[in-house]
């Protein structure tokens, strides 16, 4: 299936084991918008979970575990939920 939404997207070839891509083939998503996008959405929640943990690691060598590295990772955790984000 050719992603046609994203154009300027660089195709690229992966290896998935054969259970994993069955796992993706099952997910709506992927029957609907097909696999680059189902992928795509992975890729980028996965990085911005990575992100997150790293700011809190951040976080936590700076200001160490007491109640104000607490209080600026809730602060955190707020923002990011009120961030608004594009829609596809």
Request: avoid cysteine.
């Given at each position: 299936?050719?992603?046609?939404?994203?154009?300027?997207?660089?195709?690229?070839?992966?290896?998935?084991?054969?259970?994993?891509?069955?796992?993706?083939?099952?997910?709506p998503?992927?029957?609907?918008?097909?696999?680059?996008?189902?992928?795509?959405?992975?890729?980028?929640?996965?990085l911005?979970?990575?992100?997150?943990?790293?700011?809190?690691?951040?976080?936590?060598?700076?200001?160490?575990?007491?109640?104000?590295?607490?209080?600026?990772?809730?602060?955190?955790?707020?923002?990011?939920?009120?961030?608004?984000?594009?829609?596809?």
């Amino acid at each position: 299936m050719m992603d046609t939404i994203n154009m300027a997207a660089k195709p690229v070839q992966i290896s998935l084991e054969q259970s994993l891509l069955e796992r993706i083939d099952r997910d709506p998503q992927t029957k609907t918008e097909g696999r680059s996008a189902f992928i795509r959405d992975a890729v980028e929640l996965y990085l911005a979970t990575k992100r997150r943990r790293d700011t809190d690691t951040r976080i936590i060598a700076a200001y160490g575990k007491d109640d104000a590295a607490r209080d600026l990772q809730a602060d955190v955790e707020l923002w990011s939920k009120e961030q608004v984000w594009p829609k596809k």
